[in-house]
């Protein structure tokens, strides 16, 4: 399935490879031709951009899931997070645009905000990025009754963040809520109750992988629902 995000940008290269054709074929022009097939590509690469796939969700409680696909750029301890009201683990995913750039939640609860903070656009795998570039920062509160934290953040050329969430939402595990295009940042804060269960460098799927769990609740089984 492809998001519709990206019909758009879908739909325009169809149409101006389907120009571009037509005219190669009337002025008997190569340079058209050849042109033709560049937004081909393009075409066929922004589909591939936009994806949509299934995932598995996990059925293993009290856990959190990766938020975003991506790599594992950082993993850092914070001393005092506001909002989580005492110390907290911050886990840093990079998306390159090979990535699928669907974001989803990382546990089932209810939002508390959803925030807009204006900013930079730095390189996404710099540790500054969390602090200083644009992003949409959302709070929750899971069903275990824990704090979270997770941001969509934009980087050099990430310039658009949708995000579909509000306050009082409820939401489900692995719940699709937005994106960010093209190439970006995913954080997500939690409080040190959870166990990190991934390590930097480890390559993270959106709504599958297996971000951390309830120290008291690790060791449960993991399964899998369509």
């Known amino acids: 399935m492809i998001v519709r ?9 169809i149409v101006v490879t389907a120009a571009l054709i037509l005219s190669a074929a009337r002025w008997d ?12 590509l393009l075409t066929v690469f922004t589909a591939f951009f936009f994806r949509n796939p299934v995932r598995q969700v996990p059925t293993e409680t009290n856990i959190l899931v990766a938020p975003a696909d991506g790599t594992v750029v950082a993993i850092d301890s914070l001393e005092n997070h506001p909002f989580i009201g005492g110390k907290a ?40 990025a969390s602090e200083v570039n644009e992003q949409t920062e959302i709070g929750m509160t ?14 050099i050329i990430a310039r ?14 692995g719940e699709r809520f937005g994106m960010i295009r093209f190439g970006s940042r995913t954080d997500l804060i939690y409080p040190t109750a959870y166990e990190t269960r991934v390590t930097k460098g480890q390559h993270v799927t959106a709504g599958e992988t297996v971000m951390a769990s309830l120290v008291a609740a690790a060791g449960q089984q993991e399964g899998e629902t369509p």
Do not use: M
């Open 142 to 155: 899971d069903r275990a009754g824990h704090k979270l934290v997770f941001k969509q953040i934009a980087g």
């Open 29 to 40: 022009s190569w340079v058209a031709f050849v042109l033709s097939l560049v937004v081909a």
């Open 89 to 128: 683990v911050r886990v840093s995913i990079f998306l390159s645009i090979f990535d699928v750039h669907l974001n989803r939640t990382p546990a089932a609860g209810v939002i508390d905000y959803v925030k807009y903070n204006p900013g930079q656009f730095l390189a996404a795998y710099e540790d500054k």
């Open 5 to 13: 995000e990206g019909l758009p940008f879908i739909v325009f290269g």
């Open 160 to 173: 658009r963040i949708v995000c579909r969430l509000k306050a009082e939402q409820p939401v489900t595990l």
